[in-house]
């Protein structure tokens, strides 16, 4: 193991430093009835845009923008660069807890080193930590990113840490704005201005080869493991589709409740450092969620559940961690594993959704939808290398081959005793292609 990098750059002494001394992708601002996107030379635009008016929210992170198709987005598949790890700090849903006893917790949290000073602190109704990026991080590492963000949330669960609020494409209160649901300005202030590496947060963090630990790397880098990484890359592709399952759904999960409650319990268990933390994510999805049809769950099925599967998923953890975390589904090992994509289809009826919202999930589809995406991004990606479709190119060299048949057509009225070779010659083609525009013509 070796020790971290001490040296740094680009000191922040502003709270736009943390979303704009990047210039890869571009920053969502929004009051949700109107949405702007901001590069790296628009800092005056956005402080004068904001500063002052009401409910201001800004993206953690950049995105990709088609100006050229005007096509602007914040959904996950969009997302260019990850900028920040944020925590939104509800303490006013802890009885008798203020804002400045939530902050001085903070405080206290980072002298005895159980998280790292956050960067930025805003303060308003609630509370909100940003932890900055230094040169930004790939989309690629948004499993890390979420899996940070999980651990911090749940060392912060006590001060009223929303465990709800971890998505990568999620936006924040823009600081100096007003919080409409009490008139106060959104106050900020520079904590600590020293950017991290992802690796110097996840020191902070359980080993990812570990199930359940409070033991943190003790600020040495460690290397991640690649079937860690699969597992995990994996695992957070599927907890986002739950969380977007509820949304398409509204939160009617009727007929599929419990079973619901256990499939998340488990994929969140393989995040989370304590069962203590588990019961506050799934207490959080318990009270977004209902049925029509099922008795009302009472709370020791819930946690009954709820300890269930995350007793299944420590089993499951530990059974394939001498492999490398590769999960043969193969074996009949009597060993409790995650769901096939294809159960879960099936199970939650996503199959009998239009395909335009099958096409939103990522982990849980058919193999008719995940071709469907394949062929979609295979285009995309074709597209932005300048490849035209192929209905353009055909119509294209139509119109090309149309204009040198009237071309010929010209030159035979002109002189109709020209040679092939001399045609090839004036219409820039060969000989061999002369014999096929004069048959057209």
Known sequence: MSAIRKTKHDYLTDWHDLWFQEKTGYIAVTDFQQTRFYGANDVPRVIANTR???????????????????????????????????????????????????????????????????????????????????????????????????????????????PVAKDMSRVMRVPNTINSKNNAIVDAYIYNDMPFTLDELRTYCKPLDEFRSRRLLRNEYVAIPFGTEMMNRTNYARLADLEHFIEVRHGDLTGMRNTFIYVYSFHQSLVESTQANLFHKLESVRNRIYSKTDAPMSDREFYDTVKRANYDAGEFFEHIKPNGFKI?????????????????????????????????????????IRNEKDKARNEA????????????????????????????????AINPNMTKSDMAKELGVTRKHIYTLIKKV
């Open 328 to 368: 043969d589904y193969v074996e009949n090992d009597g060993i409790k594993k995650p769901y096939k994509s294809e159960n879960l289809v099936k199970m939650f009826g996503i199959d009998d959704m239009p395909d335009s919202v099958q096409m939103e999930f990522r982990s849980i589809v058919t193999d008719r």
């Open 381 to 412: 990606y074709r597209r932005s290398k300048g490849v035209q479709p192929m209905e353009t190119y055909q119509q294209e060299r139509k119109t090309r081959q149309q204009a040198k048949i009237d071309e010929l057509r010209a030159l035979i």
């Open 52 to 162: 002052g008016q009401t409910d201001q929210y800004i993206s953690i992170n950049a995105f990709n923008v088609d100006w050229k198709n005007k096509k602007f987005s914040r959904r996950r598949e969009d997302l260019k660069q990850i900028r920040n790890i944020a925590v939104d700090i509800d303490q006013y849903n802890i009885p008798n807890l203020s804002k400045e006893e939530a902050i001085e917790e903070v405080q206290h949290l980072t002298a005895r080193g159980v998280i790292p000073r956050p960067n930025l602190i805003n303060s308003s109704n609630g509370v909100q930590l940003f932890y900055n990026i230094e040169g930004g991080a790939s989309p690629k590492m948004a499993w890390l990113a979420s899996y940070i963000t999980d651990q911090f949330i749940g060392k912060m669960k006590h001060i009223g840490a929303d």
